[in-house]
Each structure stands twice: as structure tokens, then as C-alpha cells.
Nanobody, 114 residues
Framework: QVQLVESGGGLVQAGGSLRLSCAAS????????MGWYRQVPGEQRELVAT???????NYADSVKGRFTISRDNAKNTVYLQMNSLKPEDTAVYYC????????WGQGIQVTVSS
């Protein structure tokens, strides 16, 4: 059974930082592409960043230079370091694992106040 458990969300002022973590179990973590997505009520879920098994990363234009995705295969954990946060980064953030099929975490709220 796949489990992706996010942590590290919360409330932060604009310009601040947060680090999200996602602990995975039930998957061969090292071969999965891991990612973070986010969703605002009434809008579609959007990609924030992904990191392949090779370590290659991909970012949404809106977060380039501010967010960094990383993974620790020994800990089955993927991270999202978010710096210079803006109110428009407010959303529920979801952890994703992909290898032939998608798996999702339950989501965690990130709120950035102006």
C-alpha cells in the first residue's frame, strides 16, 4: 500500500521560508519520479516541481529561483525548500510519486500572509 505523508506546512509571512517533506512507503522510492503540486480552491492542480530518479529537476516558471526540490533515497523522502514566499504561493501542496502510475499524498496547507 502506497503512502505519501506530507509535513512542514503552515502559516508564514511574505518573504519567509518553509520546507515541506514527504515521506514515502510502499513504493520503490528510488525509481519513482517525485514531485510537488499545488491547488487553490476552484482551480486545477498545478505542477510546482519534480525530481527524477536521475536527480534531474523541473520547476514551474512561477517558482524558479525561489523553490528547490531534493530527494534523499536512503530516507525515502522528498523535500521542497520554499524561499521568498509570496501570497500567491498559498495553496494545498500535494506530494506525488510516479512510476507507471500516479500516487498522491493527502495534501498540506501552506498559507503566506501579506
Amino acid at each position: 500500500q502506497v503512502q505519501l505523508v506530507e509535513s512542514g506546512g503552515g502559516l508564514v509571512q511574505a518573504g519567509g521560508s518553509l520546507r515541506l517533506s514527504c515521506a514515502a512507503s510502499g513504493i520503490l522510492f528510488g525509481i519513482n519520479t517525485m514531485g510537488w503540486y499545488r491547488q487553490v480552491p476552484g482551480e486545477q492542480r498545478e505542477l510546482v516541481a519534480t525530481i527524477a530518479s536521475s536527480g534531474r529537476t523541473n520547476y514551474a516558471d512561477s517558482v524558479k529561483g525561489r523553490f528547490t526540490i531534493s530527494r534523499d533515497n536512503a530516507k525515502n523522502t522528498v523535500y521542497l525548500q520554499m524561499n521568498s514566499l509570496k501570497p500567491e504561493d498559498t495553496a494545498v501542496y500535494y506530494c506525488n510519486a510516479f512510476f507507471r502510475r500516479n500516487s498522491w499524498g493527502q495534501g498540506i496547507q501552506v498559507t503566506v500572509s501579506s
